[in-house]
């Protein structure tokens, strides 16, 4: 176990999350633990209610366990406070959203740099690594366009690129197809699939469809905010 | 690298409000109200008190002015038809208070006459002005042609004359009319100059008045005398009075208040009536400045109001721009924003918009007191600490009332922000 957890990316021991409703607990996570290795891309699937999101977001440092421990790169983020779970986020992860989650006011260009604006990019090399990523997912000729503008494709297609401009260990995605047809939704699991498989970027996906987890390394499996159990499929 | 990031900042801000121009420009129009009333009203004050501190300044605040006043008589008097009233400044006022007050630089004894004055075909009523030559050192005015009178004027017993710049028109007195004689009652006198006079309106007397003619001290006792015949109805009415104004320069500045007691204590010392009065430009001056303080309180306050009402809009539109943006700010902060990052995004935007509507202001405020000055005839004076004051109350305003929204974005749980809809 101690040499897995050497080389592993993300280390989840015995993670509980425990949401304070009032009076009332709602237990999402009930003691999860796992080790990802770095390069994997995992399916995260289950039943509506079973943790999946509450997992991601947990993974994705926008919360931090009740109990247990969250090792990221070496790092407990349990420790961590508001600003350098920030920080983390920043220089570590990607996120791609079911909606999307474009600023509706920035143009493609805009939304690709904004984590190189946090990084504190200049303007010009900003903009030609935002061009670099908008020719990667196919979209250079909507370089200036708004959100708006674009198909839901399309605009997933600036999330990824969004996600990928800081070059981060790991990318997070919440059912990144859930507001997509069948067809569009294959050529962004095609696009993730690529990014996986060419660059290597280690992706943890939740979906709750089990073609679109086919594109995955490994299935994990929860129900009532435990791991019912996973597997490695390729 | 920090100026090209500031102006991005500043860039992105204006974006996002150009987002809704409309609710944007009422928020400006807020501030605009604010700053342009603020400056607007702070000129009017400044103006109005600047009048009244120029008409004070012209009787110079060094000075005191000592004036003969007819005391109130007792009734027994009236019944008489030849009424005799004593009063006034005494030759021996002025000596004793040159000489004991040891703070008084120099006094000038003042006679005053009414009397018509004639010059060829021309007359006026003038008030002759029986004085020293230290009168034109203490009311400096302009000498428009010819010289004051002199030292030797009065050794001489001179029968020398000054006419004021009005009383020279009036008697159609030119350049070429020094040297020759204004006839005053019986008597002749040589033009030896022509003066400016500074008279003062709003209740205040200067020491000069248009219709003045200057002549030696001496001469005039000596021609007219101390006493006054004048005819009312059937009456006659005598008075005598030596001198009717005594004009005191005090050494410094600091010293006319406490010189302006003594010289109040030894009259009343040697007066049984109060038969003068003592006014003291400085004390108008302080007063003056007083009001002019309580005046702007006044008028900036009402004007404030007007401020933190702009000041409550942008707060109020602020806030329904984080609730509208709440998901941009969940996107924002997931990516790795700070909460000081999107405080400073939020504050940016309410910066500018309160700058932009104090830089309009600035303009309003400036044209609304241009357009009173000619509309009202009101003077008005827009001075550069108002601008400033303007524009800095504007940007505080900006901080001030977007801190709050801006911080409450910022606290927003990221996750919640995100499933926000
Ligand atoms: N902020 C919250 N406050 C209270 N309870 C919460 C909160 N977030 C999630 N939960 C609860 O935690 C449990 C797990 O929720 P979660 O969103 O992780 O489920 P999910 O697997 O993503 O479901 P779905 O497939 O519907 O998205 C649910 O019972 C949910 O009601
Ligand atoms: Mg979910």
Known sequence: MASQTAQSLVVLEDVHKIYAMGTQQVRALGGVSLSIDTGSFWAIMGPSGSGKSTMLNLLGCLDRPTSGHYILNGQDVALLDDDKLSELRLRQLGFIFQSFNLIPQLTVQENIELPLYYLGWEARPSAERARELAELVGLADRFYHRPMELSGGEQQRVAVARSLANDPVVLLADEPTGNLDTVTGRQIMELLAELNNKQGKTILMVTHEPDIATYATHHLHLRDGRIDRWEKTS | ?421
């Not at chain 2, 001290?217 to 009075?241: I, K, W």
């Not at chain 2, 935007?349 to 005839?377: F, R």
């Open chain 2, 1 to 421: 690298m920090q100026h090209s990031r500031i102006f991005r900042n500043v860039r992105l801000g204006i974006k996002n409000l150009m987002i809704h121009k409309l609710r944007s420009g009422l928020t400006v129009l807020g501030m605009v109200f604010g700053v342009g009333s603020v400056i607007a009203m702070l000129s009017v004050g400044e103006g109005a008190s600047r009048e009244a501190m120029e008409q004070i300044r012209k009787l110079g605040s060094n000075n005191i002015i000592i004036t003969a006043m007819k005391p109130v008589e007792d009734d027994s008097a009236s019944i008489q038809r030849v009424r005799m009233s004593i009063y006034g400044l005494l030759y021996e006022d002025e000596r004793r208070i040159r000489e004991t007050i040891p703070t008084v630089q120099q006094t000038v004894p003042i006679k005053l006459i009414r009397k018509d004055g004639y010059l060829g075909e021309r007359s006026m009523e003038l008030r002759i002005v029986g004085t020293t030559p230290d009168w034109f050192e203490l009311v400096a005015r302009k000498v428009l042609a010819g010289r004051v009178l002199s030292q030797r004027d009065t050794e001489k017993k001179a029968a020398a004359c000054l006419l004021t710049e009005h009383g020279a028109r009036r008697l159609l007195a030119t350049q070429n009319t020094i040297g020759e004689s204004v006839r005053i009652g019986p008597d002749h006198f040589e033009v030896v100059g022509i003066i400016q006079t500074e008279t003062a309106s709003g209740g205040i007397q200067t020491p000069d008045q248009e219709v003045d003619a200057y002549i030696p001290l001496n001469v005039a006792r000596e021609r007219y005398g101390d006493m006054v015949v004048r005819r009312t109805a059937g009456a006659q009415e005598r008075e005598l009075v030596e001198l009717h104004q005594v004009l005191v320069q005090v050494r410094s500045i600091d010293q006319v208040e406490s010189t302006a007691e003594a010289i109040e204590k030894m009259l009343r010392h040697f007066h049984q009536k109060k038969d003068y009065r003592i006014s003291v430009p400085l004390a108008l001056l302080k007063q003056a400045e007083a009001t002019k303080r309580t005046f702007n309180i006044v008028l900036g306050s009402i004007a404030g109001i007007s401020l933190l009402v702009g000041g409550i809009g942008i707060m109020n539109i602020m806030l329904a721009t984080v609730t509208e943006r709440t998901r941009e700010i969940g996107i924002r902060r997931a990516i790795g924003a700070k909460q000081r990052q999107i405080i400073g995004q939020f504050l940016i935007e309410t910066i500018v918009l309160s700058t932009i509507g104090g830089l309009i202001g600035i303009v309003i405020g400036v044209l609304i007191p241009w357009v009173i000055t000619v509309l009202a005839q009101m003077p008005t004076i827009v001075t550069s600490w108002s601008i400033l004051l303007a524009l800095g109350i504007s940007v505080s305003v900006g901080i001030i009332f977007g801190l709050y929204p801006a911080v409450r974005a910022a606290r927003l749980d990221p996750i919640a922000a995100l499933r926000h809809e």
